[in-house]
Nanobody, 116 residues
Framework: QGQLVESGGGLVQPGGSLRLSCTAS????????MRWYRQAPGKEGELVAR????????NYADSVKDRFTISRDNAKNTVYLQMNSLNPDDTAVYYC?????????WGNGTLVTVSS
């Protein structure tokens, strides 16, 4: 059974940067695509970024393109989300996700607050 643990959230000023991490266990990490989602107060959840299991193919939401970068280190069972040029609209709980078979696995999330 897979487990995902996010870290790296916090309070940052507009224009600042943060790097989120998600460490996985309980499954063969390198064999699965990984995703970052976010849930902002009063808004629908949004798929922020996805990275494929092989070749590191990346996809981004239009709202974060050119500001966020997803990456993975299969040796460390970890996926990252580098977030630059943050603005208040990026304030949300960020969740790591993968799908094993037909089952979605989620971490507990890490809160990112962008405010001056």
């Amino acid at each position: 059974q897979g487990q995902l643990v996010e870290s790296g959230g916090g309070l940052v000023q507009p224009g600042g940067s943060l790097r989120l991490s998600c460490t996985a266990s309980g499954f063969t990490f390198g064999s699965y695509a990984m995703r970052w989602y976010r849930q902002a107060p009063g808004k629908e959840g949004e798929l922020v970024a996805r990275i494929s299991r092989a070749y590191g193919i990346r996809n981004y939401a239009d709202s974060v393109k050119d500001r966020f970068t997803i990456s993975r280190d299969n040796a460390k069972n970890t996926v990252y989300l580098q977030m630059n040029s943050l603005n208040p609209d990026d304030t949300a709980v960020y969740y790591c996700n993968t799908v094993l078979g037909e089952v979605d696995y989620w971490g507990n999330g890490t809160l990112v607050t962008v405010s001056s």
